[in-house]
């Protein structure tokens, strides 16, 4: 499949649509976006750091979806980047956005002190928390695993229970029963609960948020996967991934502290259950689509001895 390419002249005549007497001075290319190439460009008049991604006509859609949600949020004062240009243009999905200070908070994570990596997670659960409160717009659909109600939300939580524990009941064989009991009493509370049903990240971990030297959210990224449903699920989503990239998951409370004061057990054990659902549905991708990444398997299967 041929590279997508930058074509400075090009990009600079969109460029002009936002910002009339803009000229580029210089652009490089960032080590991510492999499916869809990104570019960082300086220009001048005015001064300004933007950054430019180049996607294929057949992503069209989600990529515009995906914008849409990034200017809903930044109208309503979430730190992600404004969209100044999305549409077709050189046979390419050009999406114009502003530029996010910061770094990815997974790599200032690593080598932050404890105080810093507390505020990474207040801040991220604090933020979560923001975008939870938010009224859902009618473009906040899922490509797949569109949700309309609370209703249709328990109905393919409880599809999801069934099918991964028929799936997975010889491959974790020695740890099923901990899995049947736990997914079970996840079950029966959350049929009972009142769900607070509200637009989803659905993909919300420290890879995909901005963060400056201080700990401070400077940008929220990555909205493909945005869907609603249980606000206590994108949390669950959460503590997996902080657990799985970090091994670091004691400190999971200071995301949880950012979020809100305080969790009820019945809550807390909803958590619980999101993770381990995220938890099988990755390792059941795995084993149908990427057999290269078994190893992650066996790093569920530790996570899970874990819990036990």
């Known amino acids: ?23 580029i001075e210089i652009y490089g290319k960032f080590s991510t976006g492999l499916v869809s190439p990104t570019f960082k460009v300086k220009i001048s008049n005015p001064s300004k750091i933007l950054v430019v991604k180049l996607g ?37 999905f050009i999406t114009i956005m502003e530029y996010s200070l910061g770094d990815v908070a997974s790599n200032v994570y690593k080598n932050a002190n404890q105080n810093i990596r507390k505020r990474i997670l207040f801040n991220a659960g604090k933020n979560l928390r923001k975008i939870h409160k938010l009224k859902i717009p009618s473009f906040w ?5 569109e949700i309309k109600n609370k209703q249709e939300w328990e109905k393919w939580t409880k599809l999801r229970i069934e ?7 010889r491959k974790f064989s020695n740890d099923f029963d901990f899995l049947e009991k736990e997914l079970s009493e996840f079950w029966n509370i959350l049929k009972e609960e009142k769900i607070d049903f509200v637009p989803l990240h659905w993909d919300y971990h420290l890879s995909n948020i901005n963060v400056n030297s201080k700990g401070e959210i400077t940008g929220i990224f990555d909205f493909d996967n945005a869907m609603k449903g249980h606000s206590l699920a994108d949390i669950g989503q959460t503590a997996y991934w902080i657990r799985f990239h970090t091994n670091d998951y004691k400190n999971f409370k200071y995301f949880l502290k950012g979020y809100k004061n305080k969790f009820s057990q019945k809550e807390l054990k909803l958590i619980k259950g999101y993770f381990l659902l995220h938890l099988l549905a990755v ?19 530790q996570i899970i001895k874990e819990l036990e």
């Not at 995906?66 to 999305?86: A, F, M, Q, R």
């Not at 659909?141 to 695993?145: K, L, M, N, T």
């Open 1 to 23: 499949m041929a590279e997508l390419k930058f074509n400075q002249k090009k990009i600079e005549d969109i460029i002009h649509k936002s910002f009339q007497n803009a000229k």
């Open 56 to 92: 294929r006509l057949k992503n069209k859609d989600k990529i515009h979806q995906n914008n849409k949600i990034l200017n809903y949020l930044n109208k309503n004062k979430i730190p992600v980047p404004e969209v100044y240009y999305d549409d077709i243009f050189d046979k390419k």
């Open 141 to 145: 659909v899922h490509q797949h695993h």
């Open 163 to 169: 099918k991964y524990l028929k799936y997975f009941k």
């Open 283 to 301: 390792s059941r991708t795995i084993w149908f689509r990427q057999k290269r990444l078994r190893w992650i398997i066996d790093k569920h299967k």
